[in-house]
């Protein structure tokens, strides 16, 4: 019988509280500079470098709106892949006039990829025979650094705080108790290997394409990813959340994550996905600027 | 920023250069000087039972070394079709299986400054879609087209391949280097074009705000003076002028919310087409995605009818 990937770890607080401890104990060090070629009338742009764990020396883009504050904020946490971008492509630049942002490049990724380049595919078995030696530890440290970074800034209103994103988003929310909103759209790190082995997609195809050189490692590789699961960090989780779930009765869908919706501890709204852009982009934008205060969407002009 | 109600009446302000084909021409020939010097090797970490992958690389403009994957099935009688997969803008080129798993030889190209291409020559992501771009003979996407169109010589080059089968597909930046590539390359059969980029430079940072074309709208804030050789570089690149060119038979699938690559560019490039054999998707109530849940199976049924796997 192999181990699902989806069994708590009796040890899972202990592993993300020492984590968070090696956080603690690393100063964060910022350097912000100006970026002129992305600033604009209405926002600055910045870059910023942050030591995480490792030590690991991590980049973001700050983006801080013309004007007199506080503004609300909005997290972005990365994706599966190399590039972070300063917003979202596909979301509108204006939203820079109504909210300070930042995006985070963790480790690997472009920016924060010296020493450590990662790999697409690689990175999602980069060190997984090993819970403290799995390449996402210190991503996630680092997600959380930033947080800390984020709302450090007198610019931002400390009670309304977003996080955005994929699985990074509902980590840092659920480590971070200082985010207030959470927009998650499950990706990977949800039942995990039981998902990769009905898909040859990558990135879970990683998964198969590890296992089938190493098959022995299977129970190895589920303890790690169970450390990762969304159902662990679920109930940690005290932010306002929308959860964007795929459509129908995909092992995303909204049955499939009922559980982890239920378990989050804050009121949970979950969007069904309509596998339009354009129609869970809008919705998702029009919940942020509703739940965030703000009264006029940053709608890009397609979208009005 | 004035968008009309009916984007298919939108008139794009693309200039087609009167010696645009002369200069794709002379580009194509520096291309053609330079050996392939192909380095082909079986990846057992990425093949499977139904699947052979190999990592590729070849020299390309400016002698720049390029990566990609290349897969085809495992047990295949006879020749296969051939198939290039362009990437998208910020990601990373995929492992092509689920082509080779159809029965095609696919080849998924990173052209320069994509990662494991981007040894040589790495401007970044921002910063790739302006740089270089006060001039046609120095702008990132002069080399970034060269490095697509040799996937067509990386897969003439293969035993395995039928010259007379070869196809290319993408979307979004995808998009527009599947209509360069039908435009540049004659031994291209069949094309598909998803959401395309690269169609309408100058247009769609009017038209949008939103990254990658924001890059352009940042540029020509720090550097207003430059606007005129940006505008007169990027009629060169655009595939709006390159696409009269195209005979192959092709389809394109657009967004009517598309808040990335706006669909009056889509329209505007559909139009410029040059193949009789085309045929536009123009999906309303959705963006970037063009509506990629239903229309994969259309550009599945396309390319299979063309190219038969």
Partial sequence: ?304 | MTILSNPAEFVSSVKRPADIDAFWEDVMAQTARIPLQLDVTHDPLRSSPQVDVYQVHYTSLDHVRIAGWYARPANHAGQLPGLLVVPGYSMEPLIPKNWAARGYAAFSVAPRGKLRSNGQFNPGYPGLLTHGIVDRNTYTYRGFYMDSCRGVDFLLSRDEVDADRLGVTGHSQGGGLSVVVAALRPEIKVATSGAPFLCGFMDAIDLTDGYPYQEIADYLRLHPDSRQQVTDTVAYFDGISLAPRITCPIIVNIGLQDSTCPPETGYALFRAIGSEDKQLYDYDGYGHDANNAVHTGIIEAFLAQHLEP
């Fill in chain 1, 1 to 304: 019988m192999s181990t699902p990937s989806d069994t708590k770890p009796l040890d899972f607080a202990a592993y993300w509280q020492d984590t968070l401890s090696q956080l603690a104990r690393l100063p964060a060090a910022p350097e912000v500079e100006e970026i002129p070629l992305r600033s604009t009338d209405f926002a600055t742009a910045y870059g910023v470098q942050l030591t995480s764990i490792g030590p690991y020396r991590i980049f973001g883009y700050l983006s801080i709106p013309t004007g007199e504050g506080p503004f609300p904020a909005r997290y972005f946490l990365p994706r599966y892949g190399s590039v972070a971008d300063l917003v979202p492509q596909g979301t509108s630049n204006g939203q820079r006039q109504r909210y300070v942002t930042f995006a985070i490049c963790a480790r690997g990724q472009r920016r924060s990829d010296r020493p450590y380049s990662a790999g697409f595919p690689g990175q999602l078995t980069d060190g997984i025979d090993d819970p403290y030696g799995y390449i996402y530890r210190g991503i996630v440290a680092d997600c959380c650094r930033g947080l800390e970074f984020l709302v450090s800034r007198p610019e931002v209103n400390p009670q309304r705080v977003a996080a955005i994103g994929t699985d990074m988003a509902l980590d840092t929310a659920a480590l971070c108790p200082r985010v207030t909103h959470l927009v998650y759209t499950p990706v990977i790190f949800f039942q995990t290997l039981e998902r990769a082995a009905a898909t040859q997609a990558y990135p879970l195809e990683e998964l198969n394409d590890y296992l089938r050189q190493r098959p022995e490692q299977r129970d190895q590789v589920a303890q790690t990813l169970a450390y990762y699961d969304a159902s662990h960090f679920a109930p940690m989780v005290g932010a306002r959340t929308l959860l964007m779930a795929e459509a129908g009765a995909s092992p995303l869908g909204p049955a499939a994550m009922e559980t982890v919706a239920g378990s989050i501890r804050s009121s949970t709204d979950v969007h069904e996905s309509e596998n339009s852009g354009y129609r869970d982009g809008a919705y998702s934008e029009l919940w942020l600027s509703r739940e965030l205060g703000v009264p006029e969407a940053s709608l890009p002009p397609h979208w009005r």
